[in-house]
């Protein structure tokens, strides 16, 4: 087709071009190094070199400025309680791990202007929901995050849990199952 000719060429050209990976990489190196930017509008740049992520929900969810209504935690929790029974008519049981966004575990790092409006988050409801109006395990590994900060839980440049948070959260889980996990320390 004519029309899908140019963008053909364009990915041909990126596929194949010469240290393209090498010159983006320099590229994003010098808008970081002298122009203290990311090239990426889903990064935001936080104090300390701490990147955070912007796509999604993220900063609305740490901001607590969309939190569920008591008839969205209802639906929630309905919701979960028949994926459980769906699961358990099986012969298999169901957990849910929660996993908590960096920002709220490294908030210090996090750029002024992002204000909190709550102390709440989605975060925190679903806990409490899912502990309250459901018999499905859950692990949270939030608090636990939160009160041994002399570990880093998270890459600092990246949005996912390092080992040791994926470790934590893989034990809790484990013991929310009923099995008995190995210590952290």
Request: charged share 20%.
């Amino acid at each position: 087709n004519f029309q899908d000719y140019p963008k053909a060429i364009e990915d041909y050209i990126n596929d194949h071009a010469a240290f393209r990976n090498q010159l983006l990489g320099l590229n994003a190196g010098i808008n970081l190094g002298i122009f203290h930017s990311v090239d990426n509008p889903d990064v935001i740049m936080g104090k300390d070199g701490w990147y955070f992520y912007n796509g999604g929900s993220s900063i609305s969810d740490y901001r607590g400025k969309n939190l569920y209504s008591k008839e969205e935690l209802d639906q929630i929790a309905a919701k979960f309680e028949e994926v459980n029974q769906h699961f358990a008519n099986q012969g298999i049981q169901f957990a849910v791990v929660l996993a908590p966004n960096k920002e709220e575990i490294y908030s210090e790092y996090m750029p002024e202007f992002y204000t909190k409006l709550s102390d709440i988050t989605r975060y925190d409801q679903m806990e409490q929901c899912l502990n309250t109006q459901t018999t499905i395990p859950v692990a949270a590994p939030k608090q636990y995050f939160l009160e041994n900060r002399e570990r880093l839980w998270y890459f600092k440049t990246d949005t996912h849990w390092n080992e040791a948070g994926g470790f934590v959260a893989s034990q809790m889980l484990i013991e929310a199952l009923g099995g008995q996990g190995v210590s952290a320390e």
